[in-house]
Every structure is written in structure tokens, then in C-alpha cells.
């Protein structure tokens, strides 16, 4: 599996991600937690449209710089005799830690919840909305994730297995899944689920401001910012922000410059920084 894995990373992650993105539309139509959005063509097509960009650079970049890592045997594990296993054990545990904390950072400093915005301001939160990010916020997060996989010593199919892992459940994060309030209750310590994941993108700030795990929540109960709400209320609450909310500031053009121009006071509602966490 490792030499299938080094001899073809960006296939596996490609088919990977398609993979778990059909299973969750499917999903999605089976077993819908909410109903659907008045305007899902338009959000599809602009979330897509980041999609393609996002994963044909981002993903691609990361595992080249694994590549080279391992073939300039850098790193404290270049010559380990770590299993596969245990190894990547410590990958999710480190660069969760790295997403956690660069995540919180997204929501506190002001030029960068610009860039974040764009994602948090769909107004749906659905399986498309999992890679709806701004190019230049995973280009920002690429030094403190890169170094982590030269220094470690991170393998490319440690690098590959932690990204469809992430991924897989990152997707179904946001999907638009019904989980029974059982299952919800118990898995949620584990495992990030759809409820879990949409309360971070309810408009009122004290729960954007929370859950922001990416795909384990070990951090988030650690560090005490972890929230939760009825199992009712996930039906109606409001997704997004308190501004942008006009289907014109989903247009992809209008997300990509967002950043550039930004004007909250001119769509739905008033503006409102990020508040420290």
C-alpha cells in the first residue's frame, strides 16, 4: 500500500475526495437535516468553482513538499522505525493542533477573518460548502503546515492518508446529513459530526467562535471551546454570517475579491470584527 501510495498520491487524493463527495450528496437527498436552500444551484455553482481551484494547488503543493522532504531524508523521522500506524497517529495529533489554533487564529485577527469569511458566509452549509475557502487563506496557513512536515520528517503517504482522513470527515462535516440525537451525542466526542460542525456556522457569534476543529475535537474539549445546542434548534437557526447574505456575495468573482473590498456595511446587515476568543 505505502509504494501504491508514493507511486500515486495525487490520483488516490483526487478519487478520495470525489469519492466522499458523491457518497455525501447521496447522503445528502437520503437523510436531509434541513431543507434546502432557495438558491442551491447558484451556492453549488461558485462553491465548486473554489473547489477546483483549492484542491488542484493546495493539495498538490503540500504532498510535493513531503515528496522532496523524503527524498532529501529530512526530518527527525526520515530514518525511523515508527510503524505506519503510530506515525500517523502523531500526524492527525500535530497537525490538528496546527489547524486548531491556526482556525482560532482565522477568527480573531481581522486581515485574516477577511479571508475566512468567505467561507463562513454561505448561507446553507452543505457538502460543497467544505472547500468554499479563499486560495490565499490555505496559501496563509501552508508556513506552519510545511515546516511541521519537513522538520517531523512527515512521509507522503503519512501526508496522503492524514489529508483523505481529513477530508472524509470534513466533507461530512458539512454536510446536510441527519445523524439520530443518540448517535449525534456519542460520536461528536470522536469524531467531528454535521451538527457538531454547523453550530460553528450559525450566524450568532458565541458559536461561530466555537467548535473549530477540523476533523477530531480532541482540541476543542481540551481548550474549553467546545459548544453545543438543542437538537431542535439546528433546524432553524440561521447559517452564515449577519452580512453578505445576498446570493450576489456568493458570486465566485465576488468571493475571490472579498477580501480586497470589503464591505459589509453594504449587504444585509451591519459589520462586525471578529471578537477575540
Known amino acids: 500500500m505505502v ?3 508514493q507511486e500515486n498520491e495525487g ?12 457518497i455525501a450528496a447521496i447522503l445528502e437527498m437520503v437523510i436531509p437535516r434541513r431543507a434546502e436552500s432557495p438558491n442551491i444551484n447558484q451556492r453549488w455553482a461558485n462553491n465548486i468553482g473554489l473547489t477546483v481551484i483549492n484542491q488542484i494547488s493546495v493539495n498538490l503543493f503540500t504532498i510535493a513538499i513531503a515528496w522532496w522532504g523524503e527524498e532529501a531524508q529530512i526530518g527527525l523521522l526520515s530514518n525511523s522505525e515508527l510503524g505506519l500506524l503510530p506515525t500517523l497517529l502523531l500526524a492527525i495529533l500535530i497537525f490538528e493542533f496546527i489547524a486548531y489554533w491556526f482556525h482560532r487564529a482565522l477568527h480573531v485577527i481581522p486581515w485574516l477573518w477577511r479571508l475566512h469569511a468567505v467561507h463562513h458566509c454561505d448561507t446553507e452549509l452543505d457538502f460543497t460548502t467544505t472547500y468554499r475557502n479563499h486560495p490565499l487563506e490555505l496559501y496563509v496557513n501552508a508556513p506552519f503546515t510545511i515546516p ?9 503517504e ?3 492518508l492524514y489529508q483523505l482522513i481529513k477530508t472524509s470527515i470534513s466533507v461530512v462535516a458539512h454536510s446536510n ?3 439520530s440525537e443518540s448517535v449525534d451525542r456519542v460520536v461528536r466526542y470522536f469524531i467531528i459530526t454535521p451538527d457538531y460542525h ?5 450566524s450568532e457569534r458565541r458559536y461561530t ?9 480532541i482540541y476543542d474539549y481540551l481548550f474549553g471551546t467546545a459548544r453545543t445546542r438543542t437538537y431542535a434548534d439546528h433546524e432553524v437557526m440561521e447559517i452564515g454570517l449577519e452580512y453578505f447574505r445576498a446570493p450576489i456575495d456568493g458570486r465566485l468573482d465576488k468571493l475571490l475579491l472579498m477580501p480586497f473590498i470589503w464591505r459589509p456595511e453594504q449587504s444585509a446587515s451591519l459589520s462586525r470584527e471578529p471578537e477575540a476568543t
Open 3 to 5: 509504494t501504491f501510495l
Open 209 to 217: 467562535d466555537s467548535n473549530f476543529c477540523a476533523a477530531f475535537p
Open 11 to 22: 490520483t488516490v487524493l483526487f478519487v478520495g475526495m470525489v469519492t466522499v463527495l458523491v
Open 177 to 179: 446529513i441527519r445523524l
Open 148 to 156: 511541521v512536515i519537513l522538520w517531523v520528517g512527515f512521509s507522503v
Open 158 to 160: 503519512i501526508v496522503v
Open 198 to 202: 454547523r453550530l460553528h456556522h450559525c
